[in-house]
Nanobody, 126 residues
Framework: EVQVRESGGGSVQAGGSLRLSCTAS????????MGWFRQSPGKGREGLAA????????DYRDSVKGRFTISRDDVMNTAYLQMNSLKPEDTAMYYC???????????????????WGQGTQVTVSS
């Protein structure tokens, strides 16, 4: 059974930090890039960060570069998103994705991934 599960969301004040975790199992996730996405009400799902399998190569959305850091631990079957200097506009439901199948937008394109978690809410107050 394929499982992707996020945790670590919550409410923080602007300038604060949160660390999201994503556990994946049931498929060849260690061979797949993994990505973090978010979606706010009325908006599309946007790619934030992705990390390639078997390397330290990462990609980030411009608006989170320098504030968010993605990492993975394939021994623990887990990917992380460290979020610092949070802003109210970062408020959204955050999703982890795995099972990369490729799309024209690459690793930050939600269409590239087959498996998704249920999401974890992040709320940043001013």
């Amino acid at each position: 059974e394929v499982q992707v599960r996020e945790s670590g969301g919550g409410s923080v004040q602007a300038g604060g930090s949160l660390r999201l975790s994503c556990t994946a199992s049931g498929f060849g996730h260690t061979q797949s890039p993994m990505g973090w996405f978010r979606q706010s009400p009325g908006k599309g799902r946007e790619g934030l960060a992705a990390i390639y399998a078997g390397s330290d190569r990462t990609d980030y959305r411009d608006s989170v570069k320098g504030r968010f850091t993605i990492s993975r631990d394939d021994v623990m079957n887990t990917a992380y998103l460290q979020m610092n200097s949070l802003k109210p506009e970062d408020t959204a439901m955050y999703y982890c994705a795995a099972g990369y199948g490729g799309a024209w937008g690459g690793v930050l394109d939600p269409m590239s991934y087959r498996y998704w978690g249920q999401g974890t809410q992040v709320t940043v107050s001013s």
